[in-house]
């Protein structure tokens, strides 16, 4: 009886370990993740966000509601990193890491830099611009955020399209 309390703190240490080194791993998660960086007039801008999957869903207005935050993608917040100072719409950001967050629209967004990137909250709202929505022809499956050499941010899920300038 006294060697079964070893093999039971052996097995539930185990267990402990593989658990944890699973949800390390996100490539394995059903909303991937994926990061993205562009040097735009000498500032070095990352994205780091997770891409979920329309899977025949409804997405705004339905799986994701008008008019509420949205951490812009999958599991952890997403956030966007600035190593020098920008404007983004025209309006100034400093350098930093912030969460992205965005209340999406029918016909327009509000994007939103917040100092804390883990979880939101008003209060630590840092700049907030509001950008027009447009549609694509083709749905785009898994939400992608693309950095394009100019400086524009697009989003881009199922037929809806956004886009904010950061220069």
Same mark, same amino acid.
Request: glycine share 6%; proline share 3%; aromatic share 10%.
């Given at each position: 009886?006294?060697?079964?309390?070893?093999?039971?703190?052996?097995?539930?240490?185990?267990?402990?370990?593989?658990?944890?080194?699973?949800? +390390?791993?996100?490539?394995?998660?059903?909303? #991937?993740?994926?990061?993205?960086?562009?040097?735009?007039?000498?500032? +070095?801008?990352?994205?780091? %966000?997770?891409? #979920?999957?329309?899977?025949?869903?409804?997405?705004?207005?339905?799986?994701?509601? %008008?008019?509420?935050?949205?951490?812009?993608?999958?599991?952890?917040?997403?956030?966007?990193?600035?190593?020098?100072?920008?404007?983004?719409?025209?309006?100034?950001?400093?350098?930093?890491? %912030?969460?992205?967050?965005?209340?999406?629209?029918?016909?327009?967004?509000?994007?939103?830099?917040?100092?804390?990137?883990?979880? %939101?909250?008003?209060?630590?709202?840092?700049?907030? =611009?509001?950008?027009?929505?447009?549609?694509?022809?083709?749905?785009?499956?898994?939400?992608?955020?693309?950095?394009?050499?100019?400086?524009? =941010?697009?989003?881009?899920?199922?037929?809806?399209?956004?886009?904010?300038?950061?220069?």
């Amino acid at each position: 009886m006294k060697f079964l309390k070893p093999i039971a703190f052996l097995a539930l240490s185990l267990l402990v370990v593989f658990t944890t080194t699973a949800q +390390k791993d996100k490539s394995k998660r059903k909303s #991937p993740p994926a990061q993205v960086t562009e040097q735009i007039n000498g500032s +070095k801008v990352t994205i780091d %966000y997770s891409r #979920p999957s329309k899977k025949g869903r409804e997405i705004f207005g339905g799986l994701q509601a %008008y008019g509420k935050v949205w951490r812009t993608g999958a599991n952890e917040s997403t956030w966007i990193e600035l190593s020098e100072d920008v404007e983004v719409q025209g309006q100034k950001l400093a350098a930093g890491k %912030y969460g992205l967050f965005t209340i999406p629209g029918e016909d327009k967004w509000t994007i939103i830099f917040n100092s804390k990137w883990d979880e %939101y909250k008003e209060a630590n709202d840092v700049l907030r =611009v509001s950008v027009e929505t447009s549609t694509t022809d083709d749905v785009v499956e898994m939400f992608t955020i693309d950095i394009e050499k100019s400086g524009d =941010v697009v989003m881009s899920w199922d037929k809806t399209q956004v886009t904010f300038a950061i220069r």
